[in-house]
């Protein structure tokens, strides 16, 4: 680096840490420096005080972000939890067969870079991004995602060393208990006299997703039905549209989940038949995958 960007990365620095982070990101990007230091990728207060449900949200809407349009003319990509790993799903444009790719939780390693445009993945062409690649392994363990922003890359390392810290009696309690939370959550629900009025915020994030919907814009949809759920998971139609929308971008196994919660709700509802059939189309399509 010169010595006249090393006078203006001091001047940035000055200004805090984000200003000199983006300099450095965009000096990198344009070649001006070949060796790119996001400072502390991970940090290890922020993991501890991360839950297994934050780090799960932000691993998920970032994926989302990354590779979930709902467009039928270049590859989508989904991502789900299991007991032991991560699976990508990833869906060609072309008419080819789908796959998963798994990585287990303990080999999460994050490190990541700047790139300069996605020029490998249709749904970004041409944004500038930062690349976290969430394992030090060879493909096929190897999962990249790219991310807006540095912060954000940073809070999606946090979420993925969080998750590899955990054991399987760990996991399996996590799920075991927000099964026990929504079981209350509808039980409540359905013996109250008078059912709860969304609030503002929800009406807020629902217009967002209708909005969304409406311009094919399914992963930010389904980000604004989520965001909403955690205000309200009491909401039949938030889950019923939820599911609805993280069907359409693939992600098979929270639509289900989103759906069955919807029935838990409101099983006489006269959305109940259209909800079981979506259901087991989703089990067959990803039935059909493996």
């Not at 208990?177 to 009406?203: D, H, I, S």
């Not at 094919?216 to 205000?231: H, N, Q, V």
């Not at 993280?246 to 069955?260: F, S």
Request: aromatic share 10%; proline share 5%; hydrophobic share 40%.
């Amino acid at each position: 680096m010169g010595n006249a960007l090393r006078h203006r990365y001091a001047k940035a620095v000055a200004c805090g840490p984000r200003t000199a982070a983006a300099l450095a990101a965009s000096l990198w990007l344009a070649g001006c420096v070949t060796d790119f230091d996001s400072g502390p990728l991970t940090d290890a207060q922020v993991t501890a005080k991360m839950s297994l449900g934050e780090a799960k949200a932000i691993i998920q809407r970032e994926y989302r972000w990354h590779g979930s349009d709902g467009s039928r003319e270049h590859p989508q990509a989904a991502l789900q939890f299991t007991p032991d790993r991560i699976e990508v799903l990833i869906i060609p444009a072309t008419g080819a067969r789908s796959r998963f790719r798994g990585c287990p939780y303990e080999a999460f390693q994050p490190s990541v870079d700047p790139q300069a445009n996605v020029a490998d993945w249709a749904p970004r062409t041409g944004e500038s991004y930062y690349r976290v690649t969430t394992s030090s392994a060879k493909k096929p363990c190897d999962i990249i995602v790219s991310i807006a922003t540095l912060e954000r890359a940073k809070e999606f390392s946090n979420a993925l060393v969080r998750w590899r810290q955990t054991t399987p009696a760990q996991r399996k309690a996590y799920a075991e208990q927000e099964e026990r939370q929504f079981a209350a959550v509808a039980a409540n629900y359905k013996t109250a006299r008078a059912k709860p009025a969304l609030a503002e915020e929800v009406g807020q994030y629902k217009a967002a997703a209708e909005n969304a919907v409406r311009e094919r814009r399914y992963a930010d949809a389904a980000d604004a039905y989520l965001e909403a759920l955690k205000i309200a998971p009491w909401w039949p139609e938030g889950h019923f549209n939820a599911a609805l929308v993280l069907g359409e971008i693939h992600y098979y196994d929270d639509a289900i989940d989103h759906m069955k919660k919807y029935l838990a709700l409101a099983a006489t509802a006269s959305g109940a038949g259209r909800a079981r059939a979506k259901i087991a189309a989703w089990e067959r399509a990803e039935k059909s995958i493996r």
